[in-house]
T-cell receptor, first 112, second 112 residues
């Protein structure tokens, strides 16, 4: 069965430092992977996706994610964190029927 | 362009009452979805519709029903609300069933 794991409930980083939010997946066949961000009291916003091709995917707001097939990971990264990046981040994988399976979410806290 | 709108924004409901959450999109997307978001569980799919006139069950469909009479609207009905249905509900849509999903702002529902 397809699944997604976000091993960290919360990630704390200082403003200006690089950030990483971790995601691992389990899927049969080729993975289709997504990252979404949720700001307080808002809906989810699409950040980026991996379908095929280059393992480094660039997305909105300076975020990028690295697909690693051997480690079954799709970690979200940003070279220099902003306080405004503080939010809840969700990793998701598309299953064989096209439905999204979400991880439990990781809260990113960027401190000034 | 409004994208996806949901109504109401929030609602407090007595157990046993019937409630319909509304979702409308103006992007002419074929596929629409309903999710519930609960702390520590991420988002779970309740029902989906790949195209107008068709619906399907997601991961947690019990106690909920949907209809898709046209492309734009995808209402979610709780026939007899129970406290375990207290949650934040998100509607989403995508061009096709395997395309990127875009989310509405959510409805916060409390069942007492």
């Amino acid at each position: 069965a397809q699944s997604v794991a976000q091993p960290e409930d919360q990630v704390n980083v200082a403003e200006g430092n690089p950030l990483t939010v971790k995601c691992t997946y389990s899927v049969s066949g080729n993975p289709y992977l997504f990252w979404y961000v949720q700001y307080p009291n808002r809906g989810l916003q699409f950040l980026l996706k991996y379908i095929t091709g280059d393992n480094l995917v660039k997305g909105s707001y300076g975020f990028e994610a690295e697909f690693n097939k051997s480690q079954t990971s799709f970690h979200l990264k940003k070279p220099s964190a902003l306080v405004s990046d503080s939010a809840l981040y969700f990793c998701a994988v598309r299953d064989n029927t096209g439905k999204l399976i979400f991880g439990q979410g990781t809260t990113l806290q960027v401190k000034p | 362009i409004a994208g996806i709108t949901q109504a109401p924004t929030s609602q407090i409901l007595a157990a046993g009452r019937r409630m319909t959450l509304r979702c409308t999109q103006d992007m002419r997307h074929n596929a629409m979805y309903w999710y519930r978001q609960d702390l520590g569980l991420g988002l779970r799919l309740i029902h989906y519709s790949n195209t107008a006139g068709t619906t399907g069950k997601g991961e947690v469909p019990d106690g909920y029903s949907v209809s898709r009479a046209n492309t734009d609207d995808f209402p979610l009905t709780l026939a007899s609300a129970v406290p375990s249905q207290t949650s934040v509900y998100f509607c989403a849509s995508s061009i096709g069933a395997r395309d990127t999903q875009y989310f509405g702002p959510g409805t916060r529902l409390t069942v007492l």
